[in-house]
């Protein structure tokens, strides 16, 4: 079995920043692929970011570009998110996955096996 933690959410600003963390243990820690996906109330999830344990690959969702980024760190296994920038449309709950989708299915959420319990981040206006 593979868990995911994730921390560092909480209430900011609009153009404020925020670094999400994702801890993750268990059986090979899952996969070689960890994104974040957020969701809204009213809204589907959305994907934001997705990073490989094994490639250079690192795509991020538009609506977020140039403001977020992903990394990891293998050695302790975990993955962060990087916010800065933050508006109002970014309030969500922020949950880590993980998986082994190809590099054209990273934004697809059905590819991710294990996820973690999510984190929530409030920006206000």
């Known amino acids: 079995q593979v868990q995911l933690v994730e921390s560092g959410g909480g209430l900011v600003q609009a153009g404020g920043s925020l670094r999400l963390s994702c801890a993750a243990s268990g059986r090979s820690s899952g996969g070689h692929v960890t994104a974040w996906f957020r969701h809204a109330p009213g809204k589907e999830r959305e994907f934001v970011a997705a990073i490989s344990r094994s490639t250079s690959a690192r795509p991020v969702a538009n609506s977020v570009k140039g403001r977020f980024t992903i990394s990891r760190d293998n050695a302790k296994n975990m993955v962060f998110l990087q916010m800065n920038s933050l508006k109002p449309e970014d309030t969500g709950v922020y949950y880590c996955?993980?998986?082994?989708?190809?590099?054209?299915?990273?934004?697809?959420?059905?590819?991710?096996?294990?996820w973690g319990q999510g984190t929530q981040v409030t920006v206000s206006s």
């Open positions: 996955a993980v998986g082994q989708p190809i590099v054209s299915a990273y934004s697809n959420s059905q590819m991710y096996r294990y």
